[in-house]
């Protein structure tokens, strides 16, 4: 059926271009779009035998922020995030989350202010999250709305973001960081890199047994700045401990540092994210969650009413402020959001108890 679509467009497409159609029929933006999806998604071979056309595999495929996902909304992109696929656009909430000790109460008011929507952000589908980190505070900012510490999903953070954040804005990024992944991290044995003192100002390593590095050298991986530190296959050849520092028959331990100022940032936030406390705190986070259920519950934010990227993110803002007047009203007259579900079940055990 694809095959027979594709050969009746194509023969749409050869006649609209045809040198006696009117000059006005290929200029027609259903035209051109038609032509862009099937310049996306088919290939055809014209010869003596006759066309033949074929749908494009996978890898021939164009990227996926530039392939059309429907005729009708040209902005609309596909989707994959934890293997759930869907066509159209991602929103991006930020909220406040202040704790209730440091919010001023207002007199006549039912206790602290309610958490608020402070920011919307919309990009099609294609967008990856760490991508919206920088924006989102750029937009905050031009509001006056940035926090002094951002609670975020691990997917907007890296090591660079953290650093550049709160270089440029002035915020403490609180998020969880991908872990050490090497072998010896991974198995939970053996000397992982922080089992190794970094010298930087000498630009040298020293390992668990006390013996240096010989080679310091800035390096390029998978396009990102690193610094390459190895040790002399001399040295780690008779080391008794070798087979739990390298899985080199022959060469000696190397290690993959990120630049200093990155590296640094990056342990502290691993070291941070082990301890209790620091769980507690980021558990403030989860607060975000229960917004985005409302918003699919009350607003059917899941759902795009409308078509194009900017109409669809007005859509998004008009919710967001339903739902803090939502909030804002039962702050103002006494009744709270947060109430706890009773059960059928817990219902009937209190009937019959009384």
Request: glycine residues 6%; contains cysteine; neutral net charge.
């Amino acid at each position: 059926m694809a095959l027979v679509y594709g050969r009746d467009g194509f023969a749409l497409l050869e006649a609209v271009h045809a040198p006696d159609a009117p000059a006005w029929l290929r200029e027609l933006p259903a035209m051109q779009i038609l032509r862009t999806i099937w310049v996306q998604n088919y290939h055809r071979t014209v010869s003596e035998a006759g066309a033949e056309v074929k749908r494009r595999e996978s890898k021939d495929l164009a990227p996926g922020r530039l392939r059309l996902a429907s005729p009708y909304d040209t902005d609309a992109r596909y989707g994959l995030k934890q293997r759930s696929w869907w066509t159209g656009y991602k929103i991006h909430i930020s909220e406040s989350c202040d704790d209730a000790d440091d919010q001023a109460l207002i007199p006549g008011a039912d206790g602290p202010p309610p958490r608020l929507i402070t920011g919307i952000a919309t990009t099609d589908a294609t967008v990856t999250d760490a991508e919206m980190t920088e924006p989102v505070h750029h937009m905050l900012a031009a509001r006056d709305l940035l926090p002094a510490e951002h609670f975020l999903d691990s997917g907007y953070a890296s090591a660079e973001l953290i650093v550049g954040i709160k270089k440029n804005f002035g915020v403490t990024l609180v998020t969880p960081v991908l872990m050490n992944s090497s072998p010896q991290a991974r198995a939970g044995a053996g000397f992982d890199r922080t089992a190794f003192t970094i010298d930087w100002d000498k630009r040298q390593a020293t390992c668990p047994r006390g013996d240096t590095s010989t080679w310091w050298s800035p390096a390029t991986l998978h396009g990102t700045k690193a610094i390459v530190i190895k040790f002399d296959k001399e040295t780690c050849r008779p080391c008794p401990v070798r087979d739990q520092c390298t899985s080199s028959k022959t060469g000696g331990r190397t290690l993959s540092l990120q630049p200093r100022e990155v590296q640094e940032v990056l342990d502290h936030a691993r070291l941070q994210q082990g301890d209790e406390q620091w769980r507690a705190k980021y558990a403030t986070r989860a607060g975000v969650e229960g917004t985005i259920h409302q918003a699919v519950a009350v607003t059917g934010m899941r759902r795009a009413r409308y078509l194009g990227l900017q109409k669809t993110h007005l859509e998004h803002v008009f919710s967001a402020v339903a739902l803090n007047l939502i909030r804002l009203d039962a702050w103002w007259n006494g009744h709270p959001l947060d109430r706890t579900r009773v059960s059928h079940l817990a219902r009937l055990d209190l009937s019959l108890a009384a």
